[in-house]
């Protein structure tokens, strides 16, 4: 199957200094996201995970190594709703993003229908943004996301505002629109410091101070990493 996303010998610096490995923030990251695939990336938090998904969305430079995005469109949705969501009623933040396409009404109405049923809000097209829980908010980023259609899902914490029932609530929706999609291309990089999240993945990669020290080919090696990274906790003084 071949790859929506894949990161080879990776390197990103920040900063100046003739040092490339006290420089370094990446460190020959290998990570690849297959096509119809939930992808976790695991790590503590400052571990580079969110690095990562900065440089893959253009905002940090490569120093050496290949990334390549085999797929579009890609979208991305942060860990805060309310960073994103600009506009007053659901209908109006979903039809947003496809207000530079140049679409008949009816292909509005039918594409926000769609990606607000994707994610269980069909009956708050009406609502106002003030009288979202969080966990709706979150529901509508990523509706404002899947209403342009994408191919790639970039997903950077989504659930870390979230109580437990509206944490699984969104991981369950994810994974039901992966599994879902009849042309199995839809793909998504989900990035997480909560190991528990990663009952859902198809495969998962571990991170640490900006490598890759871990992966998951499928669900059957999951608890391995999971407990791996339990590990890399404990030897860094963190209570588990």
Known sequence: MSAALEARRLWVKRGGGSGEQSKAVLKNVNLRVQRGHLHMLLGKNGSGKSTFMETIAGLLPISSGELSVAVQPCRVVSQNPDHSIILPTVWSEVAFGLWDQDLEPAVVEEKVLKALRQVNLEGMSASSIGTLSGGQKQRLALAGALVESPKLLLLDEITSFLDVENQFGVLRTVKDLIQGDPEGEL????????????????????????????????????GDLVRQFEQVCRLQGDVW
């Open 187 to 222: 793909s998504a990089l989900w990035v997480t410091h909560r190991s528990e999240e990663l009952q859902y993945a198809s495969s998962a990669s571990l991170m640490d101070k900006g490598e890759i020290v871990g992966v998951a080919a499928d669900q059957s090696e999951v």
